[in-house]
């Protein structure tokens, strides 16, 4: 039997994470986000559904909980004599690099269709090959995304399908508690070890007491576009939406602005979170504004290839409380090389050196872990 896997720890979980095995064989393979929340398990699903990138479904019955400990997980994840993490799971990289160049087409590309007022907002990504032929020990990899991120959703996979990706993300795509469903407006990016020095002259105490006036127009105005177009969304579900914030919160080694919105259901069989995250996937947090036209601007003009980056990935079930997080701060493992993804939201004042180091500072989170 060859298992696919795959391990998540919670945000603020403490030493506890959850693994997940399944026959590789088993595994669904969803081709359409229709299909959503019609089975329950762990979803890990890309940017855009292709044949290549099909969103998968771990629907095993069997989960284990286990303390932090690389010798618990790696005597869970061998169970049975199981390889999945030995490094000749690893395929060798034969994908594209992604350049300076390619990056500057592509920032150009999408500044003139902001110009032309054709969009808003679009989301550039880009990617990093980092080679590395030494044997990879993806466990240590999660455990240090674990230690590096308490308040981050930190998720290490590996199928044949989806190849072998870790993730380190801040951001919930949706939550349901009881009948409580949870999502976020996350956007704006600053550097934490400016923030803080910041902080330090004004005798602020915690980031999160950061007043939103210290923030740029630009960061304010990008957070402000994802906050309205998730209370639209939400507003196609729900009568009553009480949104909180937006509050400076930590991710890694950068601060975001964060708002949080909360709405209520009589029964929580009534509305299926399949339902909203297919109103909700992808958010101008990963996409842009309007949704339509800048998903086919990055479709058809982007040169990075994202794959599961910017999807989402976590639990859902259709009876009970589901975690989806969106797929952010991440890097698929190869044999012989690492590849991170990151990206940042253009708007008509992005400045391209600006976005550049941004990127490059969402990707040490991925870069701390190797």
Same mark, same amino acid.
């Given at each position: 039997?060859?298992?696919?896997?795959?391990?998540?720890?919670?945000?603020?979980?403490?030493?506890?994470?959850?693994?997940?095995?399944?026959?590789?064989?088993?595994?669904?393979?969803?081709?359409?986000?229709?299909?959503?929340?019609?089975?329950?398990?762990?979803?890990?699903?890309?940017?855009?559904?292709?044949? =290549?990138?099909?969103? $998968?479904?771990?629907?095993?019955?069997?989960?284990?909980?286990?303390?932090?400990?690389?010798?618990?997980?790696?005597?869970?994840? %061998?169970?049975?004599?199981?390889?999945?993490?030995?490094?000749?799971?690893?395929? !060798?990289?034969?994908?594209?690099?992604?350049?300076?160049?390619?990056?500057?087409? =592509?920032?150009?590309?999408?500044?003139?269709?902001?110009?032309?007022?054709?969009?808003?907002?679009?989301?550039?990504?880009?990617?990093?090959?980092? #080679?590395?032929?030494? #044997?990879?020990?993806?466990?240590?990899?999660?455990?240090?995304? @674990?230690?590096?991120?308490?308040?981050?959703?930190?998720?290490?996979? &590996?199928?044949?399908?989806?190849?072998?990706?870790?993730?380190?993300?801040?951001?919930?795509?949706?939550?349901? @508690?009881?009948?409580?469903?949870?999502?976020?407006?996350?956007?704006?990016? %600053?550097?934490?070890?400016?923030?803080?020095?910041?902080?330090?002259?004004?005798?602020?105490?915690?980031?999160?007491?950061?007043?939103?006036?210290?923030?740029?127009?630009?960061?304010?105005?990008?957070?402000?576009?994802?906050?309205?177009?998730? #209370?639209?969304?939400?507003?196609?579900?729900?009568?009553?939406?009480?949104?909180?914030?937006?509050?400076?919160?930590?991710?890694?080694?950068?601060?975001?602005?964060?708002? =949080?919105?909360?709405?209520?259901?009589?029964?929580?069989?009534?509305?299926? !979170?399949?339902?909203? $995250?297919?109103?909700?996937?992808?958010?101008?947090?990963?996409?842009? $504004?309007?949704?339509?036209?800048?998903?086919?601007?990055?479709?058809?003009?982007?040169?990075?290839?994202?794959?599961?980056?910017? /999807?989402? @990935?976590?639990?859902? =079930?259709?009876? /009970?409380?589901?975690?989806?997080? $969106?797929?952010?701060?991440?890097?698929?493992?190869? &044999?012989? @090389?690492?590849?991170?993804?990151?990206?940042?939201?253009?708007?008509?004042?992005?400045? %391209?050196?600006?976005?550049?180091?941004?990127?490059?500072?969402?990707?040490?989170? %991925?870069?701390?872990?190797?």
């Amino acid at each position: 039997m060859k298992d696919a896997f795959v391990i998540y720890r919670y945000p603020s979980a403490g030493n506890k994470c959850v693994i997940v095995k399944q026959d590789e064989s088993s595994l669904k393979k969803l081709h359409s986000f229709s299909e959503l929340g019609k089975a329950d398990g762990f979803v890990f699903a890309p940017f855009c559904i292709t044949e =290549d990138t099909p969103a $998968v479904l771990f629907d095993s019955p069997i989960r284990r909980v286990t303390e932090l400990d690389y010798d618990n997980i790696l005597r869970e994840v %061998m169970y049975n004599g199981n390889s999945c993490v030995l490094n000749e799971r690893l395929k !060798p990289y034969n994908g594209k690099l992604y350049d300076r160049k390619s990056y500057e087409e =592509d920032f150009n590309c999408f500044k003139a269709a902001i110009r032309e007022k054709r969009i808003d907002k679009a989301v550039l990504s880009r990617s990093l090959v980092l #080679k590395d032929d030494n #044997k990879k020990n993806v466990i240590r990899m999660f455990l240090k995304a @674990c230690e590096n991120n308490s308040d981050s959703y930190i998720v290490l996979i &590996s199928s044949d399908q989806t190849g072998v990706w870790l993730v380190a993300t801040p951001e919930v795509l949706l939550e349901r @508690c009881g009948n409580v469903f949870h999502t976020i407006a996350l956007a704006g990016t %600053m550097d934490k070890r400016l923030v803080i020095s910041d902080n330090e002259s004004k005798a602020i105490g915690k980031i999160s007491d950061i007043d939103i006036s210290c923030w740029s127009n630009k960061n304010i105005g990008e957070q402000q576009y994802v906050s309205s177009y998730i #209370k639209k969304r939400l507003s196609n579900f729900f009568s009553d939406i009480e949104e909180l914030g937006p509050t400076t919160i930590s991710a890694g080694n950068v601060v975001h602005l964060r708002s =949080d919105f909360f709405a209520e259901v009589d029964s929580i069989s009534r509305i299926s !979170p399949g339902d909203i $995250v297919r109103q909700l996937h992808p958010t101008p947090a990963v996409c842009g $504004v309007p949704a339509g036209e800048s998903y086919s601007l990055i479709n058809s003009k982007e040169h990075n290839d994202r794959r599961y980056y910017s /999807g989402f @990935c976590g639990v859902v =079930d259709t009876d /009970g409380d589901s975690h989806l997080f $969106v797929t952010l701060r991440c890097m698929e493992i190869f &044999s012989d @090389c690492y590849k991170l993804y990151a990206g940042g939201g253009i708007l008509a004042e992005s400045n %391209m050196e600006e976005e550049w180091r941004e990127t490059e500072l969402k990707m040490k989170t %991925m870069m701390d872990c190797i």
